[in-house]
């Protein structure tokens, strides 16, 4: 997990100025990085280029513990098939993974994680020219709070939902003809990996690059 610590703090923390993630080693980690967390990292040639993270809603995760306020008083979706989606970036350098955007790669390949785990909602803070690349992707969303600024920046809460057959459509959007997950010979339960490096010969962020 080193090479995701240090791939979190160059994305979040030096090029989006995150100032209070600031590590002295470098490595951006926090308290919700357990072993119940789900992280899915996008690999190409041994080189970490896109990363998101999953939190589960039975648990504490951010906007439970760290941003309640962003939902005020209103409910949303918690449960087992619930999960919290954040710390999403891809790698500025890496612009194409296999000919296809490695935005398009990253997020085939949660939504895929999302699928075949049978997550049913994910819950998304993040500012609104985002929700309306998710929306743009395809997702179902529903708005749980209207964007409110937060540390001058509007920030608003939705949930997505992920389907079978959004996977399908983005699959033949971007030429992925097979799966982009697989899993290290020993997974851990915080562990998924996404490795285009074995996983396909065609063609091929918080919300960070995954435009």
């Known amino acids: 997990m080193e090479a995701v610590w240090?791939?979190?703090?160059?994305?979040?923390?030096?090029?989006?100025?995150?100032?209070?993630?600031?590590?002295?080693?470098?490595?951006?980690?926090?308290?919700?990085?357990?072993?119940?967390?789900?992280?899915?990292v996008l690999t190409e040639e041994n080189e970490v280029v896109g990363y998101s993270r999953l939190l589960p809603t039975m648990k504490p995760h951010l906007l439970s513990h760290l941003y309640p306020e962003l939902i005020g008083e209103e409910s949303y979706p918690r449960g087992r098939q619930v999960f919290e989606w954040g710390r999403c970036a891809t790698a500025r350098h890496v612009r194409h993974v296999r000919g296809i955007a490695t935005a398009d790669v990253l997020m085939t390949a949660v939504l895929e994680f999302l699928v075949f785990s049978k997550i049913e909602t994910v819950i998304i803070q993040t500012n609104p020219a985002l929700v309306k690349m998710i929306r743009r992707r395809g997702y179902r969303l529903e708005v749980l709070r209207e964007p409110i600024l937060y540390e001058g920046e509007p920030v608003m809460v939705i949930a997505a939902y992920p389907s079978f057959r959004l996977l399908q459509q983005h699959r033949k959007a971007y030429g992925i003809d097979q799966s982009l997950l697989s899993v290290p010979s020993r997974p851990s339960r915080s562990s998924a990996i996404t490795d285009t490096s074995q996983r396909t010969e065609e063609g091929s962020g918080s919300w960070a690059g995954a435009e």
């Open 6 to 40: 240090r791939f979190r703090h160059q994305c979040f923390v030096d090029e989006l100025g995150w100032e209070a993630l600031r590590q002295s080693d470098g490595r951006e980690r926090d308290a919700f990085d357990t072993q119940s967390t789900i992280h899915l």
